[in-house]
């Protein structure tokens, strides 16, 4: 260790949603704690990923409903997008959620805030490159700590294709910053995030083209859910490639050429802009995880136990570089599990806890618990209740009754196993049901429980309903 290594309690890489709040409660604790951040304060969530994102995707929701008003006996004339301006609220957005995030540091006597990007240099010791407080903004400094936790996150993959190098591809990150619509959105990936910013670019006045290897979208959930929501897109006007592989990618003047293989035919498309979807990486490499005999797996995220704990002692891992669910409820719970653990004595685990995620298509889907695939796959008995959207009262009251709920029962307790809601407030409804797993609530006390009239939730009545057919 350096003779000017600055010694503290517990240091922090990464002010994600886990980090910073870990950071501030061990430091109120009376830890001497350092937070380092080599980027914006607040990690992804905040300032690349679902504050930005679901701030553009309301914006893409309002420009649709004003579209389908005249349908409605609404007349609207001289509706037109103004780019700029979307773009310009969804970086205020940002800038008051990271400025809050950055307020919350500040005057916590026992927490140093560096910025600037660690690697370890040791046995859990780190140098920190760029500004410091420390340093009084010199080049580096070096710390040390019996608690270190890293909270880095990932970044988005960015796959192996010939000419990809030669265009200006654009990732889940630079896409928030695009000063004009694109003409023609071309995606790669069929995931989650390929999805959310398909519709939204789409419903702002971009053509959009989505590319999928596989034979279906969102292939981690069930097929019927696959098929749902694949044919709201298309409806949208989407063009969804399935079984499609790209061999080459080139530049032209009149755009981004594209040679495809789909379902063994070769086709070529053009289009204005290529975003790369296919999923996040681990930001691991930069930390050189090696010098302090850190595990990781063979791709890049960090090895922990159901203690969030690595194999070197003192040292943990949070938040998606750990791998698993990479959701930032799940970084959150990371820290509560933590800090529980770590100043009151607590022996919480990840084993078992609850997993819910919600994509913000519209309609969104909300997803808790064990999917048909899952269950099946264990040989779990179980019935499924079933209830289309056309069914709900507040869904026809409304005009939107796109999308189903179905939920998975213990053919013996009469537990709820797990749940899909792809609907208006998916994610909403999905939570009530939940609450019902965490609470072991049968499903029949919910086919019998008391909702207010005609809320979105009342229609789980009706869904548990369908059993006693």
């Known amino acids: 260790m350096q003779a000017n290594t600055s010694n503290f309690d517990a240091i922090i890489i990464g002010s994600g949603q886990g980090g910073t709040p870990l950071a501030k409660k061990l430091a109120k604790a009376g830890w001497k704690t350092a937070l380092i951040e080599k980027d914006a304060i607040g990690g992804t969530c905040i300032n690349r990923g679902c504050t930005p994102t679901k701030t553009l995707i309301a914006d893409a929701k309002l420009a649709e409903t004003v579209g389908q008003a005249p349908a409605r006996g609404v007349q609207i004339s001289g509706m037109h997008i103004e780019f700029d301006k979307i773009m310009a609220r969804k970086n205020e957005v940002v800038n008051a959620f990271r ?63 010939p000419g990809l190098d030669n265009i200006p591809y654009l990732t889940s990150t630079s896409i928030l910053e695009l000063p004009a619509l694109p003409a023609h959105l071309i995606i790669l990936g069929g995931g989650y995030i390929a999805l959310e910013m398909g ?4 419903r702002l ?27 709201v897109l298309k409806d949208e006007g989407i063009n969804i490639l ?52 850190l595990a990781i797996d063979a791709h890049g995220f960090i090895k922990v136990d159901e203690y969030l704990q690595t194999n070197v002692p003192g040292i943990y891992a949070i938040g998606d570089v750990k791998g698993g669910p990479a959701f930032t409820h799940i970084s959150y719970n990371d820290y509560v599990i933590l800090y529980k653990n770590l100043l009151e004595g607590a022996h919480q685990s990840v084993k078992d806890r609850q997993v819910p995620y919600c994509m913000f298509t519209d309609p969104q889907l909300g997803r808790i618990g064990l999917s048909e695939k899952e269950a099946k796959a264990a040989g779990i008995s179980y019935t499924l209740a079933t209830l289309p959207m056309t069914h709900v009262a507040r869904a026809i009251e409304t005009g939107d009754t796109k999308g189903f709920m179905k939920a998975l029962v213990d053919t013996n307790s009469k537990k709820i196993l797990g749940a899909a809601v792809l609907g208006t407030e998916g994610g909403e409804l999905m ?34 309903l369908t059993l006693d057919k």
């Open 99 to 161: 400025t809050g995030s950055e307020k919350g540091l500040e005057n916590i006597p026992a927490l140093t805030v560096l910025h600037g990007e660690a690697h370890f240099t040791g046995p859990k010791t780190l140098a920190v490159e760029g500004p410091s407080l420390l340093s009084g903004g010199g080049p580096s400094v070096s710390l040390s700590a019996e608690k270190i936790f890293i909270n880095v996150g990932c970044s988005p993959t960015i796959p192996t294709i």
């Open 199 to 202: 519709q939204l670019f789409k």
């Open 205 to 231: 006045g971009a053509q959009v083209t989505i590319i999928e290897r596989s034979g279906s979208i969102i292939t981690k959930e069930d097929e019927d859910i696959q098929e749902a929501l694949g044919n």
């Open 242 to 293: 399935t079984h499609t592989e790209i061999n080459k990618i080139s530049g032209q003047q009149e755009g981004i050429v594209l040679d495809l293989t789909q379902n063994g035919k070769a086709v070529q498309i053009r289009g204005s802009h290529f975003l790369l979807a296919l999923g996040r990486s681990p930001q691991t490499k930069a930390l050189h995880p090696e010098a302090t005999g």
């Open 431 to 464: 939570t009530i049901l939940q609450m019902a797993m965490l609470g072991g609530i049968t499903y029949d006390t919910v086919k019998d429980m008391v909702f207010a009239h005609p809320l979105y939730a009342e229609s789980l009545n009706n869904l548990f």
